[in-house]
Nanobody, 114 residues
Framework: QVQLVESGGGAMQAGGSLRLSCAAS????????MGWYRQGPGSERELVAR???????SYAASVKGRFTISRDNAKNMVYLQMNNLKPDDTGVYYC????????WGQGTQVTVSS
């Protein structure tokens, strides 16, 4: 079955960096768009970044220039490098398979203090 397992979250001061990882299994990974989403306190879940199987990327305006999404199709991994973190980046970060499909990881907490 489809499994998505996020890791790499933590607590960080503003201006710092974190790298999130998502290990995928149970499906032909390279054939699917993968995305990172986040849900801040009291907020709805929102798209942060997305990458196609061929490596075409897109970002939310709030993270463009600071975050980089990448993937390793040989390892079934997708990453989110987050630089210059801001308190507004605080939230639970989720990995998702596809665009409309309901396959999510369990999430990893990122907390950024000012």
């Amino acid at each position: 079955q489809v499994q998505l397992v996020e890791s790499g979250g933590g607590a960080m001061q503003a201006g710092g960096s974190l790298r999130l990882s998502c290990a995928a299994s149970g499906f032909p990974f390279s054939e699917f768009i993968m995305g990172w989403y986040r849900q801040g306190p009291g907020s709805e879940r929102e798209l942060v970044a997305r990458i196609t199987g061929g490596g075409i990327v897109s970002y939310a305006a709030s993270v463009k220039g600071r975050f980089t999404i990448s993937r390793d199709n040989a390892k079934n991994m997708v990453y989110l490098q987050m630089n210059n973190l801001k308190p507004d980046d605080t939230g639970v970060y989720y990995c998702r398979r596809g665009v409309l499909q309901n396959y999510w990881g369990q999430g990893t907490q990122v907390t950024v203090s000012s």
